[in-house]
């Protein structure tokens, strides 16, 4: 018997829901940072065995009151969730607070599939914390099964796993056995750029930046050492926000093509050769045009 899902983790942003579907895959596909809206995209993570496979979708926390058209397609994406699921993970910590006529738990009251409750973060909560969210929410959703983790230390993951798999359907395999995620590595190039600059840059400058590969060519130095060349364009919203992300004479822009270089050598296994150059887009996150662009 061969056994096969979809499923889809929704939850709020920063709840940790990257982090979830990277300890649940055993691979990095999602990025992560302490900062709400990091995952801006819908994202597969693949994990197959010899009788199984489970395609994870990592999502965009959800926007309750969306303020951009960006927002509104990355609101998008987590409906487009309740379409395709054989399974949904509702991520959720103590610090949530949710209403019982808010979208998601409207949305998920009237689904018919396995629905897991998990309650991230474990490490910051009390087991009486932990009891009195699983009461409040089963009092709302008939839920398959609750369960808390702490996703970043990997605790309660291997469990949940487990429960995930066995309220899966019969099926093939959706995808070749050996592939690991739906997005190409260009794909992960502008997610590990993008997430530097979130790391490295404050207030709204992170949040304006979109991140666009534009040229990734392989090939070997006169030595002979496998060399990955990569131009990548960072677009930002407003003209004052150039000059914040390039720093006095080049020293920000510089820091953080030394961060994603060594972030990406890592990922690809490869000396990388980074050029990073910034435009001005203005209001690109209002635009539909541009939002269709760049992937929206």
Same mark, same amino acid.
């Given at each position: 018997? !061969?056994?096969?899902? @979809? ?33 801006? !995209? ?6 197959? $065995? ?18 951009? &058209? *960006? !927002? /509104?397609? *990355?609101?998008? @994406? ?17 610090? /949530?607070?949710? &209403? ?31 009891? &009195? ?25 291997? #469990? ?43 207030? %709204? ?25 990569? &131009? ?17 004479? $080049?020293? #920000? ?12 050598? %890592? ?5 990388? !050769? ?23």
């Amino acid at each position: 018997m !061969h056994k096969s899902g @979809f499923v889809n983790i929704i939850g709020r942003p920063n709840v940790g829901k990257s982090t979830l579907m990277n300890a649940l895959v055993g691979q990095r596909m999602s990025i992560i940072t302490s900062k709400p809206q990091t995952t801006r !995209h819908r994202i597969k993570g693949i994990l197959s $065995g010899d009788d199984f496979q489970l395609v994870f979708s990592d999502t965009p926390g959800f926007i309750q009151d969306a303020q951009y &058209e *960006m !927002h /509104d397609s *990355m609101n998008k @994406f987590v409906h487009s969730t309740f379409d395709d699921a054989d399974v949904m993970v509702l991520v959720i910590d103590k610090f /949530d607070k949710y &209403e019982e006529d808010s979208q998601l738990v409207t949305k998920l009251k009237k689904l018919s599939i396995p629905k897991f409750l998990v309650i991230n973060k474990i490490d910051l909560a009390t087991p009486e914390e932990v009891k &009195e969210l699983i009461t409040q929410w089963e009092q709302w959703i008939p839920f398959t099964d609750s369960i808390a983790v702490s996703a970043l230390n990997q605790l309660g993951t291997e #469990a949940l796993l487990q429960k995930i798999l066995d309220q899966c359907p019969e099926g093939p395999a959706y995808y070749p056995k050996d592939q690991l995620t739906d997005r190409s590595e260009r794909f992960f190039v502008s997610e590990i750029i993008r997430e530097n600059i979130l790391e490295q840059y404050k207030k %709204e400058v992170p949040y304006s930046c979109q991140v666009v590969v534009d040229s990734f060519k392989e090939g070997t130095t006169l030595d002979g050492e496998a060399i990955t060349r990569i &131009e990548a364009h960072i677009y930002v919203m407003r003209k004052s926000q150039k000059p914040i992300l390039i720093g006095q004479g $080049g020293q #920000a822009i510089k820091r953080l093509g030394i961060a994603a270089r060594k972030d990406l050598e %890592e990922f690809l296994q490869s000396r990388i !050769h980074l050029e990073l150059l910034v435009k001005i887009k203005e209001n690109w996150r209002n635009d539909e045009r541009s939002l269709k662009h760049f992937g929206y």
